[in-house]
């Protein structure tokens, strides 16, 4: 019997896609204020820059140290402040009993404000930010400090997310349950205990 939900932030209870040009418009301005920066890597890498951590774009596409720590400076206190919508299927978790956590991975300032503009922040028993800039720790140990505190047994929980190789591996190396949200059908051989297109698929696997 299921009674704890651990969910992931981005492209699990809203899409990405929808703030993504806002996000890197936002990024690209406060970066060009800075003077003596060439910014042309940045550029040819945008598509994956919207798609893939900034260290790792970063180092595929070479950018210069200046650009890379210039980078980095801004994403740590960059904030999105637009009004963002969850994924129409999320409200079926919203009303779940269950006792909720949010744990998701990038840059905390930006998670926070995410987290605020989706008007969830109430939903969830406690929200961490995985932030490598800030701490070594993974969603995996993050997943255990949550199992420790509340004394929650693997089998009491559930792990929903988009991503294989993030949430879903870790809570399967924690002998935890995994939803693997995959509305488009990426990952039709992805190692996971549940799959479905649906966050209402959800409240089926729990019941
Ligand atoms: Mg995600």
């Known amino acids: 019997m299921k009674r704890v939900l651990i969910l992931d932030l981005d ?33 040819r890498s945008k598509d994956e820059l919207i798609r893939r951590p900034f260290h790792d ?6 950018f210069s140290p200046e650009l890379r720590n210039k980078g980095i400076e801004i994403l740590n206190n960059l904030t999105c402040d637009e009004i963002l919508v969850p994924f129409s299927d999320y409200h079926h978790i919203r009303k779940s009993a269950l006792d909720k956590f949010l744990v998701t ?24 930010i995985v932030d490598p800039e800030v701490s070594p720790k ?23 997310g988009d991503d294989p190789q993030s949430e879903i591996r870790a809570a399967i190396a924690l002998g935890i349950d995994t939803f693997l949200y ?18 209402e698929k959800v409240l089926v696997v729990i019941s």
Not at 22 to 43: C, R, T, V, W
Not at 57 to 62: H, T
Not at 108 to 123: A, F, R
């Open 11 to 43: 492209n699990t209870i809203y899409p990405v896609s929808s703030i993504a040009q806002y996000l890197f418009n936002k990024f690209f301005f406060l970066l060009n204020q800075e003077a003596g920066i060439d910014s042309s890597a940045l550029i």
């Open 57 to 62: 774009v970063a180092d595929e596409f070479s």
């Open 105 to 128: 991975t990038g840059f905390t300032k930006l998670q926070y404000s995410k987290v605020k503009q989706l008007g969830i922040e109430n939903d969830f028993k406690e929200i961490h």
């Open 138 to 160: 993974t969603k995996l140990d993050i997943f255990k400090e949550l199992m420790d505190k509340y004394n929650y047994q693997a089998t009491e929980v559930l792990v929903i």
């Open 182 to 199: 995959d509305p488009d059908n990426k990952y039709p051989e992805a190692k996971t205990t549940y799959r479905g297109d649906s966050l």
